[in-house]
């Protein structure tokens, strides 16, 4: 049996995720920050709080699994710099602790809300 890290499954898509790989017969392991909701979480996961500042933390969490699937991300932030150190900063780390792991797979999952908002809904571009 594969055992599978998720990042983000506090959110709608992580959650859904982890509860299908669950029953699927996955060992699922949920990664959620210190002091999220875990309301969209099925009690039969795991659950690991973590810092994702810590990387002894992260590195630990990994050891010994299979696959990671990132799906957390920042949809709103007041500032730019927010959303570089989740969406990019956070990302590049992971990548490379994976390189350094047991990981043997790494699964990006981004969502809509990275392309933000239309200017325009029926061509995308800016009404002059």
Do not use: P
């Amino acid at each position: 049996m594969e055992k599978i890290v998720i990042t983000g499954t506090n959110g709608f898509v992580g959650s859904a995720l982890a509860i299908k790989l669950l029953k699927s017969g996955y060992e699922v392991t949920c990664l959620v920050r210190t002091g999220s909701s875990v309301d969209l979480i099925d009690n039969k996961l795991n659950i690991c709080y973590i810092d994702y500042n810590k990387l002894e933390e992260i590195k630990s969490v990994l050891q010994g699994k299979d696959i990671l699937i990132h799906a957390a991300a920042l949809t709103r932030a007041q500032r730019w710099e927010s959303f570089q150190k989740v969406n990019i900063d956070l990302t590049e780390t992971l990548l490379i602790i994976c390189n350094e792991s047991s990981i043997k797979q790494f699964i990006f999952i981004s969502s809509q809300a990275a392309a933000g908002s239309a200017l325009n809904e029926h061509t995308g571009k800016k009404e002059e």
